[in-house]
């Protein structure tokens, strides 16, 4: 009866989506355990997602099924025991305080080499590619890191900071082409081995280090996809590291996933199985972080390129399984597909943009020139 009741409930909040159970469309709910409904409506996004890495459900387009959902803001109607706990202890915790700054590091990037080398392609860049004018996965990640470039203007003989510096790629590129000189920190101790290793030859070190340590000098400083790590409570003493890094006539490059409102939290399944302690900034965040510290010259919005990303690294993930199977097991592969899924369908609905955000410590003379 308590089955038949949450089924019913689960139909009438499907209602509006376009979205059937066991339906013939591709993007239709496909049940096999009919527990999923009690799951779903106890737990929120955190009982969708778990209960697909169970196998109680499956679908054919998976992120077009979560698509359909976001753009009913599905999500607002499935406020759980889970989601309140989630922000309570956000607000009365700071889950990115320096103890836990290792963490993501150990649980995330720390996950294997070989499954991120399968995954991202030729360039080792776990964030966005710009896709204005590229093709594939490796042209739309080279013209990324190409226009970070520019619109840092580097020149021979600079200093630059890499805030999360991921496998080296970045500085390594830098290094070549523009002829600087660097320091890339991280949290993880499998990034910071293999970039030591790709940047050996080059003027760059590699440092396993928390961000709240840095006091030096640099001429240009750039973080890409490390600021969703950093957490509200610690927005401000993130840009106060910066700032107190940064030349006078300096350039701070910020890219970053951010969203359409203030959260003090994040999604209960994502914080539980893919990146804890992890929350993306709204645009008012970061203005509040930076305001009397920085002079904004530049916000680029290009969220719509991640849609393609996803998919690109979800196809390579799929193309590689049976490699990858070998060192994982299938649950795995049913939580790394939808976390892959759901991230791309949060970007296609817009609920979710990426952001390069340019900034100067007292304004670039003459003004700065934005660069697409």
Known sequence: MAIRSFKQRVLRLLEDTGIQINGANPWDLQVHNEHFYHRVFAHGSL????????????????????????????????????????????RLFNLQKPARAFDVGRRHYDMGNDLYKHMLGKFMVYSCGYWKNAANLDAAQEAK??????????????????????????????????????????????????????????PIEIRLQDYRRLDEPFDRILSIGMFEHVGYKNYQTYMRVV??????????????????????????????????????????????????????????????HYDKTLQAWRQNFENSWAVLKQQYNETFHRMWYYYLSICAASFRARKNQLWQVVFSPHGEPGGYLSIR
């Open 47 to 90: 009982g969708l997602g778990e209960s697909y890495m169970w196998g109680w459900w499956d679908v054919q387009d998976l992120d077009g099924m979560v698509y359909r959902l976001l753009m009913a803001n599905l999500e607002k109607k499935l406020l759980t025991l889970d989601n309140l706990l989630a922000f309570l202890h956000a």
């Open 145 to 202: 890191l190409e226009l970070v470039f520019q619109k840092l203007g580097l020149k021979p003989g600079m200093h630059v900071l890499d805030i999360g510096c991921g496998w080296g790629e970045t500085l390594k590129l830098a290094a070549e082409r523009y002829g600087v000189s660097g320091v890339g920190i991280t949290v993880s101790e499998q990034q910071a081995g293999y970039a030591r290793e790709l940047c050996k030859s080059l």
């Open 243 to 304: 700032h107190r890094c940064l030349k006078n006539d300096g350039l701070f490059l910020l890219h970053c996933i951010g969203g359409n409102k203030s959260v003090h939290d994040t999604d209960a399944w994502i914080a539980k199985y893919i990146f804890p302690n992890g929350m993306l900034p709204s645009i008012r965040q970061i203005a509040d972080a930076s305001e009397d510290l920085f002079v904004m010259e530049d916000w680029h919005n290009f969220g719509g």
